[in-house]
């Protein structure tokens, strides 16, 4: 069973920064890829960012605004929002690629969410 639990989330006015973290817990063998996805309200759900081995891939929405980081160490990955947006009003989930123990292919897992809201 592997657990993904996401913290950070908020209220920020327009331009200000927020950051996200998450980390996984339970057994397994190895984390192949982690990342961020986001999901408006009557909007289907979209890649923000994600980070594997040795690269990273943002959304153009948020190229320059957002920094992904991760810490393999801790099986932990963290989403840097700056200038943030109205339009960057969502629902953000962290999402995993996980190998687990006598597996060869990963599975993918998903945090529960953590809001967050840009408005003044």
């Known amino acids: 069973q592997v657990q993904l639990v996401e913290s950070g989330g908020g209220l920020v006015q327009p331009g200000g920064s927020l950051r996200l973290s998450c980390a996984a817990s339970g057994s397994f063998r190895s984390i192949s890829a982690m990342g961020w996805y986001r999901q408006a309200p009557g909007k289907q759900r979209e890649l923000v960012a994600r980070?594997?081995?040795?690269?990273?891939n943002y959304a153009d929405s948020v190229k320059g605004r957002f920094t992904i980081s991760r810490d393999n160490t801790k099986n932990s990955v963290s989403l840097q929002m700056n200038s943030l947006k109205p339009e960057d009003t969502a629902v953000y989930y962290c999402?995993?690629?996980?190998?687990?123990?006598?597996?060869?292919?990963?599975?993918?897992?998903w945090g529960q969410g953590t809001q967050v809201t840009v408005s003044s």
């Open positions: 999402n995993a690629d996980v190998y687990m123990y006598g597996s060869l292919v990963f599975a993918g897992y």
């Open positions: 980070a594997s081995s040795g690269s990273t």
